[in-house]
Structures are given as structure tokens and as C-alpha cells.
């Protein structure tokens, strides 16, 4: 892929949102890795533009995940017919890497939801860095590295500047006027400096076609249950 046809359908994206995908569906791939043990994921995501987000997972177990921008999501198992009902703003739609990019939220990779603000922007080699802080400084100081105007690496750091967490972005693609990276890897460090890795493949990306998974509902009659209360086993 030319490097002026990535940056062309940025620019298109960011130019004329009113004409921009409907919705967008892909498979994903997610290899984590940790203690000398590695697990792996396999689903799909179907997302529209007005927030709706259903992930099917397939492997290692079966399930629906029906979330919104507000973090209202729903966990429906048709094995056993039951559904689990929460809110959580960390699940919000607006975090899934495919509704950042099919919305064009790839300035800060969509820590705007949740209160970061630009702190600072330099250009350096043809790189451009850009700092974001939150008003608690408990939170991580973030640090996103852009390449030709598409986001292809982050750093969380605490206070005194000890990296947290990496993230690399790689493998973009133009799918009509809609860009996003196909490979993320996520590295974070507990205080042991032991690490995490978490490999993310997306493929047979889709956008604005048709597939029934976009319009899934839980069905009237599934049976809602509960988490446990703390506390009890």
C-alpha cells in the first residue's frame, strides 16, 4: 500500500465525517502471553457509527457482547440462554480500536473520554510526540508517537516517568476511506518488571456490509443473572 493513500483516506476521514463508513466488522485474533503461558481469543466485532458495538466471541468460549458509548453492555450465553447486564465506562464502545479509527478519534487514540488533555506537542526526525495529562495525577502520563499522521506508538508513564505500559501500532490498511492498523501489541510491567504481551490480529475487515450480527438482540426470553456479590464464593 502507497504511503499517499494512507494519508489521502486520513484526510478524507477527518475531512468529510458526514459521508463516513456506517459501520465497519473484522475478525480478531488476541494472543496474550504472560508467566511463560499464552492463551488466545478469537472473535469478531461488528460496529456501527451510532455507538453500537457487538463483539461475538467464539474461542475458547462462545458468547455475545453488546456494548454502547456509554458502557452499557449486555453478556448473553447461548448455550444456557442467560444474560448478564452492567454499566461500566471501561467497556464503553468508544474504546474498541475499530470504532476509534472508523470514527476518526486517532488524535489521541480516545483518551479524550476519559478527561485527558493535550499537554504538549513536538516534531522531531519527521515523528510528532504528543503528551496528554489528566487533572488526577494518580492517572498515567500518555505519550503518543504519530508517523505520517497515523499513531504508531504510546507510553504510559506514572508520575515519576516509569513506563507502565507500551502499545505499537503497525500493518495499516485502507479499507474505502477508512484507515486502521491491523496489528496492535500491548506490553504492560507489573512492579516486578515481568511483563504482559498481548498480541492483537484483525483480518477480513468489512466495512459498510451487511451481516446480521449487527442488529443482534438478546432474546425477550433469556434468563438475567447476576455477578456475585463480593465476598461470596
Same mark, same amino acid.
Request: one cysteine or more.
Given at each position: 500500500m502507497r504511503l499517499e493513500s494512507v494519508i489521502l483516506a486520513v484526510l478524507l476521514a477527518a475531512a468529510v465525517?458526514?459521508?463516513?463508513?456506517?459501520?465497519?466488522?473484522?475478525?480478531?485474533?488476541?494472543k496474550t502471553v504472560a508467566g511463560g503461558k499464552s492463551s488466545t481469543v478469537t472473535k469478531s466485532v461488528y460496529c456501527s457509527n451510532n455507538g453500537r458495538l457487538v463483539t461475538l466471541f467464539k474461542t475458547p468460549v462462545r458468547f455475545y457482547l453488546l456494548t454502547n458509548s456509554k458502557g452499557e453492555a449486555r453478556i448473553y450465553k447461548p448455550q444456557t440462554n442467560?444474560?448478564?447486564?452492567?454499566t461500566d465506562p471501561s467497556m464503553s464502545s468508544s474504546a474498541d480500536l475499530v470504532s476509534l479509527f472508523m470514527n476518526g478519534r486517532i488524535d489521541d487514540l480516545g483518551l479524550g473520554w476519559? $478527561?485527558?488533555? %493535550? =499537554?504538549s506537542s513536538t516534531?522531531?526526525?519527521g515523528y510528532t510526540k504528543k503528551t496528554f495529562t489528566h487533572p488526577d495525577p494518580s492517572r498515567?502520563?500518555?505519550?503518543?508517537?504519530?508517523?505520517n499522521y497515523l499513531p504508531i506508538?504510546?507510553?504510559?508513564?506514572?508520575?515519576? $516517568?516509569?513506563? %507502565? =505500559?507500551?502499545?505499537?501500532?503497525?500493518?495499516?490498511?485502507t479499507f474505502k476511506r477508512f484507515v486502521?492498523?491491523?496489528?496492535?501489541?500491548?506490553i504492560s510491567y507489573d512492579s516486578s518488571r515481568d511483563s504482559t504481551v498481548v498480541r492483537t490480529v484483525y483480518s477480513a475487515v468489512?466495512?459498510?456490509?451487511?451481516?446480521?450480527?449487527?442488529?443482534?438482540t438478546v432474546p425477550e426470553g433469556a434468563k438475567p443473572v447476576q455477578l456475585p456479590s463480593p465476598g461470596i464464593k
Amino acid at each position: 500500500m502507497r504511503l499517499e493513500s494512507v494519508i489521502l483516506a486520513v484526510l478524507l476521514a477527518a475531512a468529510v465525517p458526514a459521508y463516513g463508513q456506517r459501520k465497519v466488522s473484522a475478525d480478531v485474533e488476541v494472543k496474550t502471553v504472560a508467566g511463560g503461558k499464552s492463551s488466545t481469543v478469537t472473535k469478531s466485532v461488528y460496529c456501527s457509527n451510532n455507538g453500537r458495538l457487538v463483539t461475538l466471541f467464539k474461542t475458547p468460549v462462545r458468547f455475545y457482547l453488546l456494548t454502547n458509548s456509554k458502557g452499557e453492555a449486555r453478556i448473553y450465553k447461548p448455550q444456557t440462554n442467560e444474560v448478564l447486564s452492567q454499566t461500566d465506562p471501561s467497556m464503553s464502545s468508544s474504546a474498541d480500536l475499530v470504532s476509534l479509527f472508523m470514527n476518526g478519534r486517532i488524535d489521541d487514540l480516545g483518551l479524550g473520554w476519559y $478527561g485527558y488533555k %493535550l =499537554s504538549s506537542s513536538t516534531k522531531e526526525d519527521g515523528y510528532t510526540k504528543k503528551t496528554f495529562t489528566h487533572p488526577d495525577p494518580s492517572r498515567p502520563v500518555v505519550e503518543i508517537v504519530f508517523e505520517n499522521y497515523l499513531p504508531i506508538y504510546a507510553a504510559y508513564k506514572d508520575g515519576g $516517568g516509569r513506563i %507502565l =505500559s507500551k502499545k505499537y501500532l503497525s500493518g495499516y490498511s485502507t479499507f474505502k476511506r477508512f484507515v486502521m492498523p491491523l496489528r496492535v501489541v500491548d506490553i504492560s510491567y507489573d512492579s516486578s518488571r515481568d511483563s504482559t504481551v498481548v498480541r492483537t490480529v484483525y483480518s477480513a475487515v468489512k466495512v459498510d456490509e451487511d451481516d446480521p450480527n449487527f442488529d443482534f438482540t438478546v432474546p425477550e426470553g433469556a434468563k438475567p443473572v447476576q455477578l456475585p456479590s463480593p465476598g461470596i464464593k
